[in-house]
T-cell receptor
């Protein structure tokens, strides 16, 4: 799997948008970008994934650059419950395992 | 989606003993995986649990230490054998459903070895 690079930590004010960047410069053409998050003491939770088009669901938006070498996860109105470690992962869809990097620890403050 | 139940949720064990962790899913799943998360660290894949055959282990993990069973499409067990304090971690079961686009995770088993 291609490797990803994420900032170690980020802060965000409650109610503001949280923009979490991820670099994946060696991504292959058939690899998707996945985002998961892990709230303290819980298992990771799927957020969103995409190949090359921007994606949006009820949790977040995913913006992938045209060259697919980086992406940004956007939480449009962060709440305290969004405090978690966010993992950006590249993976061939339908191909088995997820390989986790170190992730970004997002702290949402009042 | 899938509802995953892991048992036990936590345990404290003595050095040299073994613990078996169970993962039960509420529907048939295509793939099942076991991960380890050491304190303050990210998740590391231990192995893929294959239904009806031996598990596929990642580099650094061996069957003698982490035997895995998967007797059917909804259940798997991971045993941590001959435990030492270095095995103190959270162990997580993960499954994929249908087209295998997404993985879902159990809430994990917090293991402490004294």
């Amino acid at each position: 799997d291609a490797k990803t690079t994420q900032p170690t930590s980020m802060d965000c004010a409650e109610g503001r948008a949280a923009n979490l960047p991820c670099n994946h410069s060696t991504i292959s053409g058939n690899e998707y970008v996945y985002w998961y998050r892990q709230i303290h003491s819980q298992g990771p939770q799927y957020i969103i994934h995409g190949l090359k088009n921007n994606e949006t669901n009820e949790m977040a938006s995913l913006i992938i650059t045209e060259d697919r070498k980086s992406s940004t996860l956007i939480l449009p109105h962060a709440t305290l419950r969004d405090t978690a470690v966010y993992y950006c992962i590249v993976r061939v869809a339908g191909f088995q395992k997820l390989v986790f990097g170190t992730g970004t620890r997002l702290l949402v403050s009042p | 989606s899938a509802v995953i139940s892991q048992k036990p949720s936590r345990d404290i064990c003595q050095r040299g003993t073994s613990l078996t962790i169970q993962c039960q899913v509420d529907s048939q799943v295509t793939m099942m995986f076991w991960y380890r998360q050491q304190p303050g660290q990210s998740l590391t894949l231990i192995a893929t649990a294959n239904q009806g055959s031996e598990a596929t282990y990642e580099s650094g993990f061996v069957i003698d230490k982490f035997p895995i069973s998967r007797p059917n499409l909804t259940f798997s067990t991971l045993t941590v054998s001959n435990m030492s304090p270095e095995d103190s971690s959270i162990y997580l079961c993960s499954v994929s459903v249908g087209t295998n686009e997404k993985l879902f995770f159990g809430s994990g088993t917090q293991l402490s070895v004294l």
